[in-house]
């Protein structure tokens, strides 16, 4: 059976934590940890900045995609002219010689029978004879005919449609390698929305516990305070009374350990108010939004994971270290794409026009008005003064560098995981001291009270035997809140608490 992400159960609760929130009073509301967690993924502004990449991520990789397309273009055209466009031609045709000879014998032919209608004799051949023996002796110059043409090409309106189709049929690689790096800068982007998600995961469990720790250390110091007065009040009576153990000195001292006290309890207060601000914050909850939180009590410290098995965990599913495995295939897929530069590109280019011109005659005829061409074209860079060269070293060189980048990184997350888990290990011994020595602290106080009561101890011891409490239970709040809050940063680093689909390999 298929297991549902955890942050895909926090989404999904969305609507219902919406709901369970506004059913509360206007003045607080009282949030569990999940609660919490649920309202910061829905309000925190930064992951509505990581969704939004995600989405300019996927739309460049379908931009990249289209270079597997043929391009089609569609260009329509309208235009008037002031005036028609006409041809002007002027000049003169020289005739051959055997035609300009040929006109000069008809000519004489003709001039010969002329003379015989005028004067009414037999017709000669004088002049053909004549115009003969010139042609013969070559003494008829050549004829040359002047002549001027104006004439209308095109007319004023004219209009056209033309549609034009190009097809990459071989790019060395390039449209591949593009296609490649976009495909990869998407999961880029769907990393840090998860780096993003865990952020915000994160800070809310922290201030949680902050508040967590914040109430419980207000509420010992409360406590304290009601004990330290009570001692004050059996101090004075001892003192005003028939007491030869109690001193003035005893009774001051009583007096300004309860003003102290009370300091420490303001400023508990105030500790208490900045944690629920530092959380109203991270939910993304106007400022002035009174909470509170339901759950009052740390879990006890269990079982946690070896640290071989956390940093193995974090190289999987770490989003920065998958990051930079992830820019160095793209670093791959730009080399690729910079080696396509030594290598030809094809393409397959074709067209079909219509064209109307008003005029109709001169270019604009029926042969004219429809046409289409279709082609393939190469285009080689033979020799560009190395620049393929110097892109594809500049490729390789910065792969070079985003490896060296991902060992820093790794041996850095594993450091960053040992330094979280010795201190998980710490507050959790921390804790299995502490938990005794509070109930020897109680014991200890308890007794001080009732010795105290028949004059049998100092006052001095009572108000140690308080503080000690005190300060016992705080540092066993603290290995609690420590123990926990090292966890969550564990979470973190490993970011298992926000796992993407496919993850695990689903």
Request: with cysteine; net charge positive; proline share 3%.
């Amino acid at each position: 059976m298929k297991t549902v992400k955890p942050w895909k159960k926090l989404l999904a609760t969305g609507a219902f934590s919406a709901l369970f929130l506004t059913s509360l009073p206007a003045e607080t509301l009282r949030l569990s940890l999940d609660d919490a967690v649920r309202t910061a993924l829905r309000n925190n502004a930064k992951l509505r900045i990581g969704r939004t990449g995600m989405r300019i991520a996927k739309a460049q990789y379908e931009e990249a995609l289209s270079g597997r397309y043929p391009r089609v273009d569609l260009t329509l055209g309208a235009s008037r002219r002031d005036q028609d466009i006409n041809y002007l031609a002027a000049g003169t045709f020289d005739l051959p010689q055997d035609f300009t000879n040929q006109m000069a014998l008809s000519a004489a032919d003709v001039q010969d029978e002329l003379t015989a209608m005028l004067t009414n004799t037999p017709k000669t051949h004088t002049n053909l004879q004549n115009t003969y023996n010139a042609v013969q002796a070559g003494l008829i110059p050549p004829m040359s005919i002047p002549f001027e043409m104006d004439v209308t090409t095109l007319g004023r309106d004219s209009a056209s449609a033309r549609i034009d189709v190009s097809y990459p049929l071989y790019t060395g690689g390039r449209v591949d390698a593009v296609i490649r790096q976009a495909a990869l800068n998407e999961k880029v982007g769907f990393q840090g929305y998860r780096r993003s998600a865990a952020e915000v995961v994160y800070d809310t469990r922290r201030y949680y516990y902050a508040v967590m720790l914040a109430e419980k250390i207000e509420k010992e110091v409360a406590d304290t305070l009601t004990r330290l007065e009570t001692v004050r009040d059996l101090t004075e009576a001892f003192y005003k009374g028939d007491s030869l153990r109690v001193k003035k000195t005893d009774y001051l001292r009583t007096l300004v350990t309860v003003d102290l006290a009370r300091s420490m309890l303001e400023q508990s207060r105030a500790s208490v108010a900045t944690a629920k601000s530092a959380l109203v914050n991270a939910m993304g909850l106007p400022y002035d939004t009174d909470i509170e939180i339901s759950e009052k009590d740390f879990a006890a410290p269990g079982h946690s994971e070896g640290l071989e098995t956390l940093v193995k965990k974090a190289y999987r599913f770490n989003p920065d270290y998958t990051t930079i495995r992830l820019a160095v295939e793209i670093a791959d897929a730009k080399i690729d794409e910079q080696k396509s530069g030594y290598l030809p590109t094809v393409g397959l280019t074709a067209n079909a026009s219509h064209y109307y011109n008003s005029y109709n005659g001169g270019l604009y005829t029926d042969q004219n008005k429809n046409s289409w061409t279709i082609g393939v074209g190469l285009q080689w860079n033979i020799f560009n003064g190395f620049l393929d060269r110097a892109k594809v070293e500049e490729a390789r060189l910065q792969k070079m560098t985003r490896r060296h980048t991902e060992v820093l990184l790794r041996k850095g997350l594993a450091l960053r995981i040992k330094a979280a888990f010795v201190r998980l290990d710490r507050a959790r011994k921390q804790y299995d001291t502490l938990k005794t020595a509070t109930l020897h602290a109680r014991q200890n106080a308890d007794l001080h009270i009732r010795a105290y009561r028949e004059d049998m101890v100092p006052t001095k011891d009572v108000i140690e035997a308080q503080l000690t409490e005190a300060f016992t239970r705080s540092a066993y709040y603290r290995s609690l809140h420590d123990y926990a809050a090292n966890k969550a940063l564990i979470d973190f680093v490993v970011c298992r608490s926000v796992e993407g689909p496919g993850e695990k390999g689903e």
